[in-house]
């Protein structure tokens, strides 16, 4: 093939063959001053003028790369890649253009024509290979168009209706909103899966041993490198489906107790009450206990009870407590009114009984606030009273809800 295309470089000029050698020679060295030239236009006047089609008139107006709100490149860092790639592409035509005329100049004489051979056929033969290969490919390449067009209309329409769903303007008995946008990523997954597996037998060089080896190797390091990953992604699955939480939850995992900032199929974040951000993968989340403190504050009509527990001699009656804790109680920001405060006596010791306090809130955005001013309230009643909180055996717990 190679010596086919140097036939076919001698056939479209044949009388310079008949030349004499000092002619040819001459030939030889115009070819060579006008490749000098070239290069010197390519290096001094069409990469400048590149660049500044490209960056000066852009050169203070570059945006950041920004992908899924992760800053990835600033305008200065993208400036330097499109000189790195603009001098990428003066030194690939540089070296295209000495690697033609190479040959062509090798092929004016009998001494380096099979040296030309060689040389132009390291040109031809991939450039022959590649053309003749994509046409024979053209149906096939047809197809897979076709198919990833179909599969992307599809997709469209799946993610209007589960914006649909989301915002609630199509309801699903027994589908609630937040499950609408997890679904539309399996059913993202499972339809471009299936997409690649209907398109394999259709790409170039699929059935060929290389194509296949690449194939097994990439499914084993998924497969091996990833466990720990598709755990999380599975988990992550189930926690969406079981609903234990939504964004905004004050719940308590293992002996954190935060509000739910962030949830994903890979993670879940809390935000604490001490502004500290605590991420759990979905795996451990799936194989621990769950508290959601929200959930009583908007299915329960009655709201969360929140309580405390706090101990006293017996030399104290049990009503003058009660009432005591109870105004305590209803004197607390953020109590409700209705149903009232109620105090339950939990225990009697050797030396005191125990009392506990519940009311009910709806603010549980600020529970750790309402905590604090119910024990305050509870100091000043007994004290108000004219009991002492500080003789032996009495204490004050918190029992945290």
Known sequence: ???????????????????????????????????????????????????????????????????????????????????FLLGILKIFLTGLALFITVPVIFSLFHTTRDFASVLLGYIMYPLEKIIFGTIAHIPNIITIVVIIIVVRYISRVLKFFSAQIAKGK???????????????????VLLWAFTVAIIYPYLPGSDSRIFQGVSVFVGLVFSIGSSTAIGNLVAGLVITYMRPFTIGDRVQIKDVIGFVVEKNLMVVRLKTHKNEYVTFPN????????????????????????????????????????????????????????????????????????????????????????????????????????????????????QVS
């Open 170 to 188: 199509v309801v699903i008995p027994g589908f609630y909103a937040d499950w609408a946008e997890p679904t539309l990523r399996i059913l993202q």
């Open 1 to 83: 093939m190679a010596e086919s295309a140097v036939e076919r470089l001698m056939l479209l000029a044949p009388q310079i063959y008949a030349m004499g050698f000092w002619a040819r020679l001459g030939i030889a060295a115009g070819i060579v001053v006008f490749q000098a030239l070239i290069i010197w236009l390519l290096w001094h006047k069409f990469i400048k003028w590149l660049e500044k089609i490209i960056v000066k008139p852009h050169g203070e107006t570059i945006k950041p790369f920004i992908f899924h709100k992760i800053k990835l490149l600033n305008a200065r860092q993208i400036t330097h890649v499109i000189h």
């Open 283 to 398: 795996l451990i989340l799936l194989n621990s206990n769950i508290t959601n403190y929200h959930i009583s504050s908007y299915e329960d009509t009655d709201g969360l009870i929140i309580h405390a527990e706090i101990t006293f001699g017996y030399q104290t009656p049990w009503q003058t407590v009660h009432g005591i804790l109870i105004q305590a109680a209803q004197a607390t920001d953020n109590i409700l009114k209705s149903p009232q405060p109620f105090v339950l006596q939990t225990g009697l010791d050797d030396f005191y009984a125990r009392y506990q306090i519940n009311c009910y809130t709806k603010e549980i955005d600020k529970i750790t606030h309402t905590y604090a001013q119910l024990y305050e309230n509870i100091q000043n009643g007994f004290r108000d009273a004219g009991l002492d909180m500080t003789a032996p055996h009495y204490e004050v717990s918190k």
